[in-house]
């Protein structure tokens, strides 16, 4: 069975977090925004609000050496914003 190495996480509504999806990698993952304007990762438990946490910019990446991305939160300042995870 193939494993799916990719995916995106959409932040529909700008400050409210969002949820990552039940996917597990021991390697942790890269993050990458698709559009113009910045994003936000942080640990379920640390913060609700995007200002507190690990940036994403419009023209960079981040990595997360978290082994399920359900245990982290992603935040955006424009609508609709879609996030792209890679398995590290």
Known sequence: MAIDKT???TVTTAGTPVSGPNVKNEGGFLF???SVGSAAWFFDNDSTAA???YPIDEFGSSYSPVTNLADLKFDAGTNGTIISYTMA
């Open 7 to 9: 995916g995106h996480i």
């Open 51 to 53: 200002a507190d946490g």
């Open 32 to 34: 990458r925004i698709h």
